[in-house]
């Protein structure tokens, strides 16, 4: 059972690490300026993710949000997933989504079935299914912000890596855009225009094609509640591909959208925690 409070108002805990550095973002900012805003509706509470275990049971519900990279406490995420399904606590993004919270693999998954996603395998023995590149990518399949990514001339795959590492093509792209959605609700994208510089980003005018292809994934990933967001390159070609299907705790570039994209998103948040209440 989920302790339920005893105020008039539903509780969250809200589970952030304001002190963690990110290049080219602000997470801290981020935060603050969200539970800002979800204390008009909610009381809230924040934690650092080491502590959300220990502390979910006394709130309605929890919101992860810029918690960084969970490889930097595997062990103490690991214990909240557990405790929060034993608990049945409501939990926003819900612990059923296959992007990124559940590792990388997914990559492999729908490189396999064909979508529309950068090429990627996992074993030595695929490797000949990658195409002819300039260079390659080796990253841990458990990785994130670039931790342990690191460049090849050829497809290579270190002994005894199979199961564990992804290896995909160094892909030639014009820019990299990013869609935002609250459930399957279309929010907002932005977009990098300069390749090198992925954190620069500007407000971005998705067409019906880009949004029917961010939607495919949304729509193939199983997430019941919460935040996603679409990360994708556009080919010299004009297409996209898929890059990153982030689920777990995607940052939001909030501070560079306007202010009417920022309150809607705001209100669609709110709303999304609520559901998850009801």
Known sequence: MIAVS??????????????YEAQGRRYCDEDIFLTSRLRETFDVALCHPRDAAALLDRFDAVV????????????AYDAFRTRARESGARVHNSLDGRGDMAGKQYLVDLSRAGFPVIPTVDR???LWL???????????????????????????????????LLVQPRIDFRYEVSFYFVGHDFQYALHAPHPARRWVLEPYAPTAADLDFARRFVEWNTLTH???RVDACRTPEGGLLLVELEDLNPYLSLDLVSDR??????????????????
């Open 124 to 126: 030595a023995a695929d």
């Open 6 to 19: 005893g105020a008039s108002r539903p509780s969250v805990l809200f589970v952030t690490d304001l002190a």
């Open 226 to 228: 919460g935040i996603q």
């Open 261 to 278: 994209v920022r309150e809607a998103f705001v209100a669609r948040m709110r709303d999304s925690v609520r559901e998850l209440l009801a």
């Open 64 to 75: 992860v949000r810029n918690s960084g990279p969970v490889l930097h406490y595997q062990e």
């Open 130 to 164: 990658l195409p002819r590149s300039a260079g390659y990518v080796v990253k841990p399949k458990l990785g994130a912000d670039s931790v342990g990514l690191r460049f090849t001339d050829e497809p290579e795959y270190p002994e005894g890596g199979d199961g564990t």
